[in-house]
């Protein structure tokens, strides 16, 4: 049950518990608005424990990670470009 799931379970019990004037046969709307409430205590207890438990665990760490480790550049290509120069006496192209 999720954190949100349980914090509608606690807002609709305390709606049947407390603003609901209806009244079945063999039935106690406020009883079944408290059980709702608690059950979605319960969850709520629940899911926080699971995420606290879920954020603490760490795996085991196999080789440290260097953070400061240095990786070369390649190295830079020069290219060259050789122009002709045009003689004004050659005709154009």
């Known amino acids: 049950m999720t954190i949100a799931g349980s914090i509608i379970l606690i807002m609709l019990g305390a709606i049947l518990t407390w603003a609901v004037e209806f009244d079945l046969a063999g039935l106690d709307i406020n009883v079944v608005g408290v059980i709702l409430m608690l059950g979605g205590l319960v969850g709520l207890l629940f899911g926080i424990y699971r995420i606290t438990v879920t ?28 122009e002709e120069r045009r003689h004004y006496d050659e005709p154009p192209l």
């Open 55 to 82: 954020r603490r665990a760490v795996g085991p760490i196999d080789e440290p990670v260097h953070r400061h480790e240095i990786i070369a550049e390649p190295e830079t290509r020069r290219t060259t470009v050789y």
